[in-house]
């Protein structure tokens, strides 16, 4: 059993960061609950993040429905169809960090999905609990990401990857589902220039960033534009 740990005054502050419905709380406390009892059989998030779980990783998590365009309710959608709450794709969720929080701000929400992309088969178990015990609309992929692009095709509206790699890295997994039309948000930290400087050696960038709500360093970048940068070589020089 874990040990109890007061996460209240936490939790109001994370609360006071971002708009949380009453419905969305409730299940962001059975998330948090479960978390915490597979914390205690394996190492879901860093121990010392803990205390500031609902700021640090909740909170955070929840600032990326800011930056999209959403429906405000779980209004049925005229003329029958269409994907409101949009089709998410979270790439290395880990912990749920920002897939499953996500999913369960949108659990009401019509036409709402979220995707979530893990290797690691013993998070993978905790994300298919979560998502069943809290019923909220996510599929887990017990997958490589290299493999989604192929077998989502087009269907993704909003791309996220938390703490899952250096930009440069990132960019290659995202291209193929920006190519098609989604819209990337991706938290990074305070070296986002710098990987940013090194990802433009490579690739044609356009892209925008805004402040972390949940951290002073923090900063969120939207891509909205990608494509390989082509490397001309000097006159007379050829390759080897």
Not at 74 to 103: E, H, M, N, Q, Y
Request: proline letters at 5%; aromatic letters at 4%.
């Amino acid at each position: 059993m874990h040990t109890a740990i007061d996460l209240s005054a936490d939790r109001e502050r994370a609360v006071s960061i971002v708009d949380v419905s009453r419905e969305t709380l409730g299940r962001l406390d059975r998330y948090v609950e479960l978390l915490l009892v597979w914390q205690s059989r394996m190492n879901l998030i860093s121990r010392s993040t803990i205390p500031s779980l609902w700021t640090r990783h909740v909170a955070d998590s929840l600032q990326l429905l800011e930056l999209v365009e959403l429906p405000a309710a779980s209004t049925p959608s005229a003329a029958g169809g269409g994907r409101k709450g949009g089709v998410w794709l979270d790439l290395g969720s880990g912990a749920g960090f920002p897939g499953i929080v996500i999913a369960c701000a949108l659990a009401g929400v019509t036409g709402a999905q979220v995707h979530l992309v893990e290797s690691n088969l013993k998070k993978v178990s905790f994300l298919r609990e979560a998502v069943r015990d809290i019923k909220i609309p996510a599929i887990v992929h017990a997958a490589r990401i290299e493999k989604m692009a192929s077998a989502l095709g087009g269907n993704v509206d909003y791309v996220t990857a938390r703490a899952l790699a250096p930009l440069p890295e990132l960019l290659e997994l995202i291209a193929p589902f920006l190519k098609k039309g989604a819209k990337v948000v991706l938290p990074k930290g305070q070296d986002l220039g710098r990987e940013l400087t090194q990802a433009t050696k490579s690739w044609n960038i356009e892209a925008s960033s805004v402040p972390s709500k949940t951290s002073k360093t923090g900063q969120i970048l939207i891509v909205h534009a990608l494509s390989k940068r082509v490397v001309t070589l000097p006159p007379g020089q050829r390759r080897g």
